[in-house]
C-alpha cells in the first residue's frame, strides 16, 4: 500500500440497501476526512477524525456513520441508501507536521438507484 | 455562512500564463490550499499559503492577502497537462476545510 486506498472503485446500489465504503492509509496519519463531491459544488466534508478512537460530524453528516477503530482505517458507512447519495466519496488524511495538508485518496463512485 | 469563490471556467492557451482568483469568507484563517484535480482522479497539493505574500513554486505561483480575503494562483509556460480543475480551499478557526467549487482549466494548443 502506498498513500490512500479506497475500495470499491465505484458501486451501483439500490436505495434501502446498506453500503459500507473502506478507506485505508499506510502514512501514520492522525486525521482522516471524508467527503463527497457532486458537480458543481466544492467538496463537502461528510464526517471526520482527528485521531483514532474520535470522530465527529462534518457539514453534510446526515444518512452517513463513520468509525475510527485504529489509525489505518476509515471506513464510511451509508445505513440505508437514498438517491440523493450518489456522489464521488474521497477519503483523505493529515499529519500533523509542515502544513498539514491532505492527502486524498483515489475515490469512490457511487450511485445508488 | 462561509463562502469560498472561484471563477467556473478559464480558457487559456499553450505557453501563455493564467491566473486563478479565488476569494473567500471564512470563519477564521488558518491558511489557504491550492489544489489541482485532473478529471476522474483524486485532487493532488499545490501550494499552501498562511501569510501574505507570493509563494513560488516552479511553474505555479500562489498569492494571499488577509486583508482582502483574496488568492491568486498563476500558472507560467502553460502545457497541455496543466488542463485540470483547479481548487482553492481555505482552513477556518475550528482547522477543517472549506472548498470552492473549483476553476475548470481548459488549454487550447
Known amino acids: 500500500i502506498a498513500g490512500i486506498t479506497q475500495a470499491p472503485t465505484s458501486q451501483i446500489l439500490a436505495a434501502g440497501r446498506r453500503m459500507t465504503l473502506r478507506c485505508t492509509q499506510d502514512?501514520?496519519?492522525?486525521?482522516m476526512y471524508w467527503y463527497r463531491q457532486d458537480l458543481g459544488l466544492g467538496l463537502r466534508l461528510i464526517h471526520y477524525?482527528?485521531?483514532?478512537?474520535?470522530?465527529g460530524k462534518g457539514e453534510v453528516p446526515d444518512g452517513y456513520s463513520v468509525s475510527r477503530a485504529n489509525t489505518d482505517d476509515f471506513p464510511l458507512t451509508l445505513a440505508s441508501a437514498v438517491p440523493s447519495q450518489t456522489s464521488v466519496y474521497f477519503c483523505?488524511?493529515?499529519?500533523?507536521?509542515?502544513?498539514?495538508?491532505?492527502?486524498f485518496g483515489p475515490g469512490t463512485r457511487l450511485t445508488v438507484l | 455562512g462561509q463562502n469560498i469563490d472561484q471563477p467556473t471556467e478559464m480558457t487559456a492557451t499553450e505557453g501563455a500564463i493564467v491566473q486563478i482568483n479565488c476569494t473567500y469568507q471564512?470563519?477564521?484563517?488558518?491558511?489557504l490550499f491550492w489544489y489541482q484535480q485532473h478529471a476522474g482522479e483524486a485532487p493532488t497539493f499545490l501550494s499552501y499559503?498562511?501569510l501574505d505574500g507570493l509563494e513560488e513554486k516552479g511553474r505555479f505561483s500562489s498569492f494571499l492577502s488577509r486583508s482582502k480575503g483574496y488568492s491568486y494562483l498563476l500558472l507560467k509556460e502553460l502545457q497541455m497537462k496543466d488542463s485540470a480543475s483547479y481548487l482553492c480551499?481555505?482552513?477556518?478557526?475550528?482547522?477543517?476545510?472549506?472548498w470552492g467549487a473549483g476553476t475548470k482549466l481548459i488549454i487550447k494548443p
Open positions: 483523505a488524511s493529515s499529519g500533523l507536521a509542515g502544513n498539514n495538508e491532505q492527502f
Open positions: 502514512m501514520r496519519h492522525n486525521a
Open positions: 477524525s482527528n485521531t483514532a478512537g474520535t470522530t
Open positions: 471564512t470563519s477564521g484563517f488558518n491558511g
Open positions: 499559503n498562511v
Open positions: 480551499a481555505v482552513r477556518d478557526s475550528n482547522y477543517q476545510l472549506i
